[in-house]
């Protein structure tokens, strides 16, 4: 969320993060005629429990500890795919992972999608949803020919803890 400094791992109350981003999912699936079903509810709890990417198999083992019922790997990646395609979350090819968006109702540099930053020591991420960026990479594909995907570009580097002094 806006509180947590770029990179910063302060301590603070992660149930506040996880209620703002839970609140913001309700109003986004509402406005938008989707369904938050608990299932979805609740993957995106996890993945907003912490302030770090998360694997779907680390989902998976989560809710398997939260519930007696088997919850099968389709499952959460159904969830997942709804959480993302709804802008809830942003899938981090490069970790294989997911990260809650602290910004679900925002445009995130259409039409293909803002940047995250992404310590390839610590494995942190930081979105930066630069709308110039955005607007720079799809100008210069389209002179290309070039459609990109869709989705975050993520940059690859170190975050300022990770770098040699």
């Known amino acids: 969320m806006s509180e947590i400094p770029a ?3 302060p301590r ?8 703002n981003a839970l609140a913001a999912a ?5 406005t938008r005629g989707l369904k938050l079903t608990p299932l979805r509810r609740r993957v995106l709890e996890l993945v907003w429990a912490g302030h770090g990417p998360v694997g779907a198999y680390d989902l998976l083992q989560a809710l398997a500890e939260g519930d007696a019922r088997a919850v099968q790997p389709p499952t959460v990646y159904r969830a997942l795919d709804f959480l993302r395609e709804a802008g809830l979350v942003h899938r981090i090819d490069t970790l294989n992972a997911f990260i809650g968006c602290d910004r679900p109702d925002a445009a995130h540099g259409a039409p ?35 459609l990109p995907d869709a989705g975050p570009l993520e940059i690859k580097g170190l975050c300022p803890a990770c770098r040699p002094a």
């Not at 603070?12 to 209620?19: G, I, P, Q, S």
């Not at 309700?26 to 509402?30: R, S």
């Open 26 to 30: 309700e109003q986004v699936c509402a």
């Open 112 to 146: 293909h999608g803002g940047q995250v930053l992404v310590c390839r020591s610590c494995q942190s991420v930081v979105e930066v949803d630069d709308a110039g960026i955005a607007l720079a990479l799809a100008e210069r594909a389209a002179a290309l020919g070039f």
């Open 7 to 9: 990179f910063a791992r």
């Open 12 to 19: 603070h109350d992660h149930d506040h993060c996880v209620a």
